[in-house]
């Protein structure tokens, strides 16, 4: 099957909050990633300041039900950050696109 490609729910502490965690983590592990880790996940979706109307702006990118990379913001929509499985890079367009 191929790539699918879905919005993060409006609620930020769903399962999809977890899953991602764990992408991140799994990835962070191996030195990928290191400017967009798991801890930064955490203090997006925690912060008081955060605009929960954004949250469907994050993309998640999955093949089988297995996340394979994000797109997503910091805070302010219109600054994107990538983080794909060096597995799945191929997909690199598609979500600059995104």
Request: proline share 6%; hydrophobic share 40%.
């Amino acid at each position: 099957m191929g790539i699918q490609i879905r919005h993060y729910p409006q609620d930020a502490f769903c399962a999809d909050f977890f899953r991602v965690e764990d992408f991140l983590k799994q990835h962070g592990a191996h030195g990928i990633n290191k400017n967009w880790h798991w801890a930064r996940w955490e203090w997006l979706l925690g912060h008081p300041n955060l605009d929960k109307a954004t949250l469907p702006q994050i993309g998640i990118f999955e093949q089988d039900g297995i996340i394979v990379g994000i797109a997503t913001h910091d805070m302010r929509p219109g600054q994107s950050y990538i983080i794909c499985d060096p597995d799945f890079q191929h997909i690199k367009p598609e979500m600059v696109q995104y």
